[in-house]
């Protein structure tokens, strides 16, 4: 069974291709990773990682710094 959770609050995250905003999150069970669907910050181009490949950016109101 599948899961597509819309992300609903902005959440940054750093990709291999830059920043950018999660837009959805898809879990395809146990035996896969999970995907973020995310809008690059430079050039807007949507593209689909692999939860080992992005990482919260710093926010200062969770306390939160980025490249940690």
Same mark, same amino acid.
Request: proline residues 3%; aromatic residues 8%; charged residues 20%.
């Given at each position: 069974?599948?899961?597509?959770?819309?992300?609903?609050?902005?959440?940054?995250?750093?990709?291999?291709? =830059?920043?950018?905003?999660?837009?959805?999150?898809? +879990?395809?069970?146990?035996?896969? $990773?999970?995907? @973020?669907?995310?809008?690059?910050?430079?050039? =807007?181009?949507?593209?689909?990682?692999?939860?080992? +490949?992005?990482?919260?950016?710093? $926010?200062?109101? @969770?306390?939160?710094?980025?490249?940690?």
């Amino acid at each position: 069974m599948s899961l597509i959770h819309e992300v609903k609050q902005i959440l940054w995250v750093t990709t291999p291709h =830059g920043d950018g905003i999660v837009l959805f999150i898809m +879990d395809y069970g146990p035996q896969e $990773n999970t995907i @973020f669907v995310v809008a690059l910050e430079k050039d =807007g181009v949507i593209k689909h990682y692999n939860s080992n +490949d992005v990482r919260l950016c710093k $926010n200062d109101t @969770f306390n939160i710094n980025k490249n940690v």
